[in-house]
């Protein structure tokens, strides 16, 4: 049986790992180290899973290693930014969607007394 779609449902999409890769910090050691991709997903199955970090599936790395990097990412602000980044792009994109909306309403009322000019003015809100 290949239970490969459990763990893949765990792991970043391709959007979202596009998105947390340049608020990564960069690695200024000089050996090679595991794929932050591949950490990073191994962090996320362990938290959407409530696993043990020692239960962490041997295809994400060592468990010392991803709870060595999640504690240095937790250490040095990484998923704060993470998280800020994330608010200021909601945040962007609910102040766009407002502004068509506001667009939208304007439009609707000027179309409105266009169709009907002995209509009763619009509602005052309080």
């Known amino acids: 049986m290949d239970y490969g779609w459990v ?12 998105f947390v890769r340049p608020l990564l910090p960069r690695s200024e050691r000089g050996q090679k180290r595991l794929d932050d991709r591949t950490v990073l997903n191994g962090i996320v199955w362990k938290f959407r899973t409530g696993t043990a970090w020692r239960n962490v599936p041997e295809l994400y790395g060592s468990w010392a290693t991803l709870h060595t990097r999640f504690r240095r990412w937790a250490r040095d602000g990484t998923f704060e930014r993470m998280l800020r980044e994330a608010q200021t792009r909601v945040m962007r994109d609910v102040t766009a969607k407002n502004l068509h909306l506001e667009e939208l309403g304007q439009f609707l009322k000027a179309r409105r007394s266009e169709l009907s000019p002995t209509a009763s003015p619009p509602l005052k809100r309080r």
Do not use: A, V, Y
């Open 7 to 18: 763990i893949r449902r765990h792991e970043l999409s391709d959007s979202e790992w596009e």
